[in-house]
């Protein structure tokens, strides 16, 4: 079981005990334009993928992570790798803190920095990328902090409220490698 430990958060594999924060976080509809989610998940569906979550990330191509408080263990959000690319030395990155007084504390921060640092030293990934909508200034601030590099727009990309809103790629390359 992967744990990776901060100061302030510590990220671990899912367990069939948070089954209910991942039903909530994937039915969450102000979250949904940031994961690309359009339609809800039932508990059943989220109970297979936890039952299915300790694939190896060669084999499932994803990993996802508990974000986790350090001082009380509490679930705060989630953090995957996603589309791992092991021919390529590559995946996607992406972050999500469920509560709104959660947000902005340094959390995330800590999360990403984790994930970055385990990413590029133990799977020895190239690269990492993020696809972040143009108006999520707090996810474009967050990313851009670590080194990311805006690389492109995708004009156009989400239909969100009744418009269309542009997404951007983000990269960042392991110059140690």
């Keep these: 079981m992967i744990t990776l430990k901060g100061n302030i958060v ?39 993928y936890l039952e299915n979550a300790q694939q190896d990330i060669y084999e499932a191509k994803q990993l996802r ?25 590559r995946a996607g990155i992406g972050i999500v803190i469920e509560n709104t007084k959660d947000r902005v504390q340094g959390f995330g921060k800590e999360a990403l920095e984790l994930l970055i640092n385990y990413s590029f030293t133990k799977l020895n990934l190239h690269q990492l990328y993020a696809n972040i909508g143009t108006e999520n200034t707090a996810s474009l601030k967050l990313f851009s902090n670590f080194g990311f590099q805006k690389i492109g727009i995708k004009k156009d990309w989400n239909f969100s409220q009744g418009k269309y809103t542009d997404e951007a790629i983000f990269q960042l390359i392991n110059t140690k490698f």
């Design 10 to 48: 510590y990220l671990r594999a899912l367990e069939p005990e948070d089954l209910e924060f991942v039903y909530h976080i994937e039915n969450n509809e102000d979250i949904w334009e940031v994961s690309n989610t359009s339609t809800p998940y039932s508990r059943f569906l989220i109970k297979q």
């Design 65 to 89: 992570l508990a974000i986790c408080l350090a001082n009380d263990n509490r679930i705060i959000g989630l953090i995957d790798l996603f589309d791992f690319d092991p021919k390529n030395l």
